[in-house]
């Protein structure tokens, strides 16, 4: 009886772990046709992710993560990540010291440097253990408030998006 109960049971697991065969009558390979390609995601909008911390809002795609860190916040999205803040009692008060404090960092490629009507930005590379890496410091006053937009990128392309972060903050 127990042998006849063990070859039962065996059989039944074959029969549900062996895929059914299909008929003959299944479809021809003209209908066997690739499946559609999924139409590409269209790219996330971005109009004013709001920096609740900070009352300022800046042109990153809203599903960009957004991490208040001690006096400034982080936000990575749209390809690059940021870190805003008020500038504080470190950091360059004007353009001619920040020009300065990017020697610091032994700049082996010196990009933008450009005084604007609210600030500056300041962009440039450096060699470092794990490669190239990519600066941006941008300055603005919003508000009356002196706000610090900067990154330390892979890429040129992600720097390139930081500054276009940055330069997009505005108040509210």
Known sequence: MIKASVIVLAASMLLVACPAKKSSTAATPAAKAAPAKAAPAAPAKTAGLALKKLGLTIALPADSNVTDMGDST????????????????????????????????????????????????????????????????????????QIKCETTASTADQQAKAVAACKSLTKG
């Open 74 to 145: 982080m936000i990575q999205g749209g390809g690059t990540v940021v870190n805003v803040g008020v500038a504080g009692a470190s950091d360059p008060k004007d353009f001619a010291e920040a020009e300065k404090g990017m020697k610091d960092y032994s700049p082996t490629k010196v990009g933008e440097k450009t005084k604007t009507a609210d600030g500056w930005v300041i962009t440039f590379e450096n060699k470092g253990g794990m490669g190239t890496n990519y600066f941006a410091w941008v300055r603005r006053t919003i508000g009356g408030k």
